[in-house]
Nanobody, 119 residues
């Protein structure tokens, strides 16, 4: 019922930039928070950046200063601007939302978009 449209991934050389976007939709969906996580084979899924309902932002130490998360004016779109990309950033990047459907909330996940950074 919750739909994700993720885009912006691709192949880039080290030092380059990419901008990821995610549009979340669903019947009766009320978004509380949006964020990006990443996962690569052999690695744990890790938080990259999140925006909460109070406007608070969290970044992973490994990306702070290089990545910027922002929310679209329509409130259901989240962006991740990634600068000075490193090979260690290579992963599937997953869009996440914490949202209400009716009276309860849950976490919902997109399919992910691949980011590959070459040396």
């Amino acid at each position: 019922q919750v739909q994700f449209m993720e885009s912006g991934g691709g192949l880039v050389q080290a030092g380059g930039s990419l901008r990821l976007s995610c549009v979340v939709s669903g019947s009766g969906l009320r978004i509380v928070a949006l964020g990006w996580y990443r996962q690569a084979p052999g690695n744990q899924r890790e938080l990259v950046a999140t925006l909460n309902s109070g406007g608070g932002i969290n970044y992973a130490d490994s990306v702070e200063g290089r990545f910027t998360i922002s929310r679209g004016s329509d409130k259901n779109t989240v962006y991740l601007e990634m600068n000075n990309l490193k090979p260690e950033d290579t992963a599937v990047y997953l869009c996440n939302t914490r949202a209400y459907i009716g009276y309860s909330w849950d976490d919902y996940w997109g399919q992910g978009t691949q980011v590959t950074v070459s040396s």
